[in-house]
């Protein structure tokens, strides 16, 4: 994937969450890492997960 996609979708979910008016930085280097894990093969958490705000969680809180 390159690198120009991730950085346009970590922004996009940035802009998502609670329709925030900016970036929030915290938020843009959470997806990116996410989106890189799924890169790493990594797969959404499921239910049984007990942490909260897990990088690889379905949604942005």
């Not at 950085?7 to 329709?19: G, Q, V």
């Not at 900016?22 to 990116?32: G, N, Q």
Request: glycine fraction near 4%; include cysteine.
């Amino acid at each position: 994937m390159p690198p120009t996609f991730l950085f346009e979708l970590a922004l996009s979910a940035a802009f998502r969450k609670k329709d925030a008016p900016t970036i929030d930085l915290t938020d843009t280097v959470h997806t990116m890492a996410h989106e890189l894990g799924h890169n790493f093969g990594l797969r959404h958490d499921t239910e049984e997960c007990n942490c909260q705000n897990c990088i690889m969680a379905t949604g942005v809180e």
